[in-house]
Each structure stands twice: as C-alpha cells, then as structure tokens.
C-alpha cells in the first residue's frame, strides 16, 4: 500500500475539527500517536472519548489536538482521497462483468474496475475477496467491521474460479468461515447465468450459505446483466418466463426454512426474476427490512407500499378539504423498461383522484446497452433525448415538465452516464427536467407540489444494480 497524505478536503460546519481549527489543505499525521493507514485504521483510531490527533497546518507548523468527544464520533471532515490510500482494482475477469460488455470511447472512470473491501462498509459494494489476504481479514474481524457485503456467486470453489477467471477465487470461500466464526455480520450476492450457477449449483449455494446464519443475514439471487457488447466474451443467455419461476420456486421454499429456523427469510429473488416470471412481487414483510435494495430486491414492493402510504395522505387531506388536490399540470415521467408497468399503474391512479393532474409515463428504450438493459440506472442521456424528441416531433408534447429518476445519474451530480448533463437534456428538450428520488412517495410529493427539491442527503439509495458495474 502507497504512503499517502492524509489532506482535509472540506471541513463540515459545527463539526469538533471546526472548533478545533482544522481547515481544508490541513494533513492529519496521527492519531494516539498511531500512523493512519487507510480509512479503517481512521474510524477504529477515532472511537474512543478521547484521542490526540496530530495535524500539520498548510504552513508547516504540527498542532497536537486534545480531543474529548462522544464515543464513536468522527472529527467531522472529508478528505481528498476518500479510502486515506490507494484503490484495489478487480484482479478478475468474470464471465458475466458489466465493465467488460461496455462499449469504447467512453470516459476513462467507467472502465475502473474496483473489489475493494473497504468499499463494501463505505459504499455498500459487493466484493470478491480475491483481493484479501489473512491481515484484511484479521483487522475486519478485530474491528468488528460490518456488514461486509460479498459477491459469492457459487460456493462450488471449481466453478468459482471459472466464473471469476481467477485461480485462487475458489479458496478464497474460507473467509467466510472466518467471518462467521468472528460474529461479522454479511450479505451474499449471487448473480445468476444461465446454464452456469443456476439449477443444482444454486441449490447447493444456498444450501452451503445457510451455514453462515445468522451472522449472514441475506443473500440475492440477481441475473446477470447482458448488453449488446459481448463479442469474445463468454456466452450468456437471458432467462425464460419458465425458468425464472423454477428459480423463484426454489428461493421461495427455502425462505420458509430459513424463516422457521432464524427469523430471517435469508435468500431473495431480484425483483427482475418476478417481473421475467409475471409473478406478483413478495409481501412486504419477506424482504427481512429491504436489506438488498441496491440489488434490485424490494424496490417494487417498497414503492408500492410507499405509494400507498402517500396515497392515503392525499385521500385524508381530500377528506379534509371536502375537495381533490388543486393542482393543475401535465407531466412526463421517464424510467426504464422494468419500472414501467408499476410506475404506469401508479400515475394513473394518482390522476384518478386529482383531476387537474395528467401524467404520462414514457418507457426509455435501452440503444445504447441493448434492449435487453431494462433498468433506468443505465438509461443514457443520448438514448433519453432522442426518444422523447421522437415523441415531440410525432406531435406528442411532454407537457409541464420532465420528471427522471435519480438513478439515472451520477451521484451528487447531473450527469448521466455518458456524460449528457440534465441541462443539455433541458436544452434539447426546451422542457423543464425535475430530478426525483425513485420512491413511491417521492413521486406523490413531486406530482403534487411543482416546488418539490428532491433531499440531496438521500441521493446514495439509487436502488439499481448490475454486477461489475458502480459509477
């Protein structure tokens, strides 16, 4: 690992580092008199009630900070490299990478490939282990670091290391008896191909991570995204009707087991196997609190319940008004394929109680990945802005405004991702776009209310996932 300096990017308001004068383009030395590694040895250093910390002023002069907080507390700054050291590229070349099915010419960014442990605590990656050894593992299970997530894939350590294209990636599965036996608590992820780790392979998956409860607390079952760039890649197939339900089947009897022995329903289907099955979505409760949103298991069911809870304060505030809603706009709502059935249904219920409000949802077709990339979080902007274009030249307005989902772009920016801004979109369309959280109530609250500002603190829940793919 790199020696790298640890520089205050940005200083938050009200902070301890504010009152004790740190700034930006101030270096923190030590803690405790510890050097700090990386941003696990940072947290870990931090946590107690009372810690020295040692800072070299852009000057040169070393203050030595005596520091009493509560437990746990962080000093309250960014800094400019956000793991303190260098990122750990992906050592794999896994038959089913999203990165790797990207078209050239794209910016440099998006062809990085990262399997980062300490990823998976700061962002909520999914990673392999093939990047850890024995210290990475001892230092997780010292500082109690949780949860880690954990691509698993299969736990046949023959197919693992075909899957992954990486020898060692089979024996790297004794982590997780390390893990278990140190009470860390994980989540597992398997992305499913077709005539690969599906069938008997999942069964015995499953059946092998069961083992792990309940210190691994869930584990999806996701199918692995396929664009239209796969020339020399490994030949995958996309999952029929028929045997996306044999898969569920088999999910849905062991999260009864499971339920009956820990609590936990443990294993879940992404929402793209029920929708591949024209199967109803699980009740709410089967989702064990939406532990895998980012995996794409739950969103449909939580915006359905988050819609009808918004819907029920519209209906109360009608009751209350003795009227429906005053408001009196056309809106067009862009999303991806696989949302827009339910995020059709929604808007015409909405309309149905508030008169004033029409709101038109438009399917985004995927050219840029292939039709067979149907999520919104790989919507480019180029593909958004020539479609509606079509729309409006066929004589078809879009009406008040644009609503697009956060997924679509970068996060905390207004960009998506082949670099087309929301302006540009705003430009070409000669429309005003409104940037939406995509949840159930967000979309009540932001048809309803045209000053709505969607919470930029809540921008990470993007509820999108492809395997081997993080902007």
Not at 108 to 127: A, H, M, P, V
Not at 197 to 226: C, H, Q, W
Not at 368 to 392: M, N, P, S, W
């Amino acid at each position: 690992m790199h020696k790298t300096e640890h520089v205050v990017k940005e200083v938050a308001p009200g902070s301890i580092a504010q009152e004790m004068g740190i700034e930006a383009g101030d270096v923190l030395l030590s803690i405790n008199n510890e050097k700090i590694g990386d941003v696990f040895d940072y947290r870990y250093l931090m946590k107690d009630e009372y810690v020295e910390a040692l800072v070299r002023k852009a000057d040169g002069e070393e203050w030595l900070l005596e520091i009493d907080k509560d437990y746990d507390e962080d000093l309250g700054v960014e800094f400019e490299n956000g793991l303190m050291s260098d990122y750990r590229s992906c050592s794999n070349k896994c038959i089913f990478c999203f990165i790797d099915q990207m078209p050239p010419g794209m910016r440099e960014t998006l062809y990085f490939k990262d399997d980062d442990s300490r990823l998976s605590f700061l962002q909520g990656n999914y990673i392999t282990l093939t990047n850890m050894d024995e210290r990475d593992v001892e230092r997780i299970i010292q500082m109690q670091l949780a949860p880690i997530n954990i691509s698993v894939q299969t736990t046949n350590p023959a197919l693992r290391c075909r899957m992954l294209h990486n020898r060692f990636a089979g024996e790297k599965l004794r982590f997780l008896d390390r893990f278990y036996e140190g009470h860390v608590e994980m989540n597992g992820q398997i992305v499913c191909c077709k005539g690969v780790n599906d069938g008997e392979e999942l069964r015995r998956s499953i059946t092998d991570l069961m083992k792990y409860l309940p210190f691994m607390r869930s584990v999806s079952v996701v199918p692995a995204g396929i664009t239209k760039y796969r020339e020399g890649l490994c030949p995958l197939e996309l999952f029929t009707k028929e045997e996306a339900g044999e898969i569920i089947d088999m999910i849905e009897t062991y999260q009864k087991v499971c339920f009956d022995q820990y609590g936990l329903h443990f294993v879940h289907a992404s929402d793209e196997f029920y929708m591949l099955a024209e199967r109803d979505f699980p009740e709410e409760e089967r989702y064990d609190g939406y532990i895998q949103l980012e995996n794409g298991v739950g969103m449909m069911r939580l915006f359905r319940e988050e819609f009808a809870e918004a819907m029920r304060t519209v209906a109360d505030d009608q009751s209350g008004q003795g009227r429906p809603a005053d408001v009196k706009r056309t809106i067009t709502v862009a999303t991806g394929k696989l949302a827009y059935p339910l995020i059709q249904d929604a808007a015409r219920e909405l309309c149905g109680v508030c008169p004033g409000l029409a709101v038109h949802v438009f399917p985004v077709r995927n050219d840029f990945f292939g039709e067979t990339i149907t999520v919104a979080g790989l919507v480019t902007g180029q593909d958004l802005i020539a479609q509606l274009k079509e729309r409006q030249q066929a004589g078809e307005g879009l009406g008040d405004v644009l609503f697009i989902p956060s997924n679509m772009l970068r996060s905390g920016e207004q960009v998506f991702l082949d670099d087309v801004t929301v302006s540009d979109v705003e430009r070409a369309l000669g429309i005003s776009v409104t940037v939406i959280e995509p949840g159930g109530g967000d979309f009540v609250e932001a048809a309803l209310h045209p000053d709505y500002c969607m919470d930029r603190e809540n921008d990470g829940d993007s509820f999108v996932y492809v395997q081997g793919y993080d902007r």
